[in-house]
Nanobody, 125 residues
Framework: QVQLEESGGGLVQPGGSLRLSCAASRFALDYYAISWFRQAPGKEREGVSCITGSPATTSYADAVKGRFTISRDNRRNTISLQMNSLKPEDTAVYYC??????????????????WGQGTQVTVSS
């Protein structure tokens, strides 16, 4: 059974940074495309970024390009999302998920399979 666990969320001021982490149990992340998506109250799920297995390729939603960076650490079996220059509109619960490949289409159409419980990110002064 796929199990994913997100961590690293919190409260940060606008312009600040956070680093989210996604850890997997019982399977090696290296063999899967992994996505981060977010969902704010009253809003639809929004794909943020994704990364393929090795050799890794990445994709980002337009809203986060140039601010967020996704990476994988195969030794630790984790996927990270470095978020810089955070804005209030980035406030949401963030989830990592296995996904059907990695592309802008995957992110736009939310083609995700399994995800964890999420971690709250709040950007506020």
């Amino acid at each position: 059974q796929v199990q994913l666990e997100e961590s690293g969320g919190g409260l940060v001021q606008p312009g600040g940074s956070l680093r989210l982490s996604c850890a997997a149990s019982r399977f090696a992340l290296d063999y899967y495309a992994i996505s981060w998506f977010r969902q704010a109250p009253g809003k639809e799920r929004e794909g943020v970024s994704c990364i393929t297995g090795s050799p890794a390729t990445t994709s980002y939603a337009d809203a986060v390009k140039g601010r967020f960076t996704i990476s994988r650490d195969n030794r630790r079996n984790t996927i990270s999302l470095q978020m810089n220059s955070l804005k209030p509109e980035d406030t949401a619960v963030y989830y990592c998920a296995t996904s059907v490949g990695c592309s802008e289409v995957v992110l736009r159409q939310s083609l995700f399979n399994y995800w964890g419980q999420g971690t709250q990110v709040t950007v506020s002064s």
